[in-house]
T-cell receptor, first 114, second 114 residues
């Protein structure tokens, strides 16, 4: 049972490049989330999904897009990377709302945009 | 909007000493409150949560937190610190919009001195 797996774990991008972060969970969870973690700011929600085929904006969605074509996968895309998107990105999933059931987090993706 | 304030970005205690990590929240309605822990190079893990059943909540690894409505606080404590408690701790509150997601505090890094 792998839980929540994020791919890749590390990446360096040049400004303007694009990339996709993959989050995969094998727990049949309905809810999935993408957070970014920056020093002194805790975790901020980028986008989330309450089920296959659905997505919603979080606190800091600008510059990111997401897709949830399959229940087990939640993709986070950066169309044109900017240095301000240098961060550690965490994916999480939960069976129901985060307030009702435990959320499980991946190990994170450390992204540097130069 | 809901918000969480963690007092002290860094806390250092000696092994065997009391651990106290402070969290204050702003909420106009009774919230759900959580503490998550992040060990080095790992994702977040649920430590405990308050859902109005009892004001004193016990979590894993000997941690507990007390909900004080009059003080809008949810401080985390452990009577005797262990070296393995060294980690970053996040307080979180449910958002008001249908409680679909959590709003995290800035985090407190706990260091244990031998």
């Amino acid at each position: 049972n792998a839980g929540v797996t994020q791919t890749p774990k590390f990446r360096v991008l040049k400004t303007g490049q694009s990339m996709t972060l993959l989050c995969a969970q094998d727990m049949n969870h309905e809810y999935m989330y993408w957070y970014r973690q920056d020093p002194g700011m805790g975790l901020r929600l980028i986008h989330y999904s309450v089920g296959e085929g659905t997505t919603a904006k979080g606190e800091v969605p600008d510059g990111y897009n997401v897709s949830r074509l399959k229940k087990q996968n939640f993709l986070l895309g950066l169309e044109s990377a900017a240095p301000s998107q240098t961060s550690v990105y965490f994916c999480a999933s939960s069976y129901r709302r985060m307030v009702d059931t435990e959320a499980f987090f991946g190990q994170g993706t450390r992204l540097t945009v130069v | 909007a809901q918000s969480v304030t963690q007092l002290g970005s860094h806390v250092s205690v000696s092994e065997g000493a009391l651990v106290l990590l402070r969290c204050n929240y702003s909420s106009s309605v009774p919230p759900y409150l959580f503490w998550y822990v992040q060990y080095p190079n790992q994702g977040l893990q649920l430590l405990l949560k308050y859902t109005s059943a009892a004001t004193l909540v016990k979590g894993i690894n000997g941690f507990e937190a007390e909900f004080k409505k009059s003080e809008t606080s949810f401080h985390l404590t452990k009577p005797s610190a262990h070296m393995s408690d060294a980690a970053e701790y996040f307080c979180a509150v449910s958002d008001q919009e249908g409680a679909q997601k959590l709003v995290f505090g800035q985090g407190t890094r706990l260091t244990i001195n031998p």
